[in-house]
Structures are given as C-alpha cells and as structure tokens.
C-alpha cells in the first residue's frame, strides 16, 4: 500500500521557520495532487496547502499565505512545507494526504485524499 511519512516538525520560537517533509513509498505517485492539511488543539483537521501532480500549481489557506510554501521533489515522490515566520496559532499536528488527480486539480476538502500520513507536531512557542 501507499505510505505517507512526515517529518521536520519541532519545538521553535514564534517568528521562527521549520521544514516539513513527506516521503511517499509504495506505488508511484505520479498524476497525484498533494497537500498539508493540519488539527491544532480541540479543533478540527483544516487544509493548509496543495499542489498539483505537475507541481504547476498550488492553493493556501488564508491564514498562511505569504508565510507558507508548498513543493514538490523532482520525482514526485515527496512534498514539503516550508514554514516561516511561525505564530503560535499554527501549533498543530501537520499531515500529508495525496490523491489521484491527473487533471491537476488540488482539492482543499480532507474527504477528497485518499492517503495520509501519521502527521507529524509544530509546536510553536509565544
């Protein structure tokens, strides 16, 4: 099966960047759209950023743009999340979800993903 594995969270300082990176392995994951959805505290699992199969395009949420940025490795095989300028309301744990979507389209809807990974935790300190 496909496998989704997160890594680059941490413990940093409000105004600080982190890296997150997801590793995909098991099938290709050519023609699949990728995205970052994350789940702060007693809140509900919201979308933060997508991008193409192609890497040609990308969506923010709102609450990120100009702060975050989405990419994909040469292979399509992984994804990252660069995050800078952190604010403590980004505390949460960051997931990666992939799905099938050849015509380059990037749902920002959770049910739309068909793969996750195990999220992995941002921490961000006031």
């Known amino acids: 099966q496909v496998q989704l594995v997160e890594s680059g969270g941490g413990l940093v300082k409000a105004g600080d960047s982190l890296r997150l990176s997801c590793a995909a392995s098991g099938r290709t994951f050519s023609r699949y759209a990728m995205a970052w959805f994350r789940r702060a505290p007693g809140k509900e699992r919201e979308f933060v950023a997508g991008i193409s199969w192609s890497g040609d395009r990308t969506v923010y949420a709102d609450s990120i743009k100009g702060r975050f940025t989405i990419s994909r490795g040469n292979a399509n095989i992984a994804v990252y999340l660069q995050m800078n300028s952190l604010k403590p309301e980004d505390t949460a744990v960051y997931y990666c979800?992939?799905?099938?979507?050849?015509?380059?389209?990037?749902?920002?809807?959770?049910?739309?993903?068909?793969?996750w990974g195990q999220g992995t935790q941002v921490t961000v300190s006031s």
């Open positions: 979800a992939a799905d099938l979507r050849p015509d380059g389209t990037i749902p920002t809807l959770d049910r739309f993903y068909d793969y």
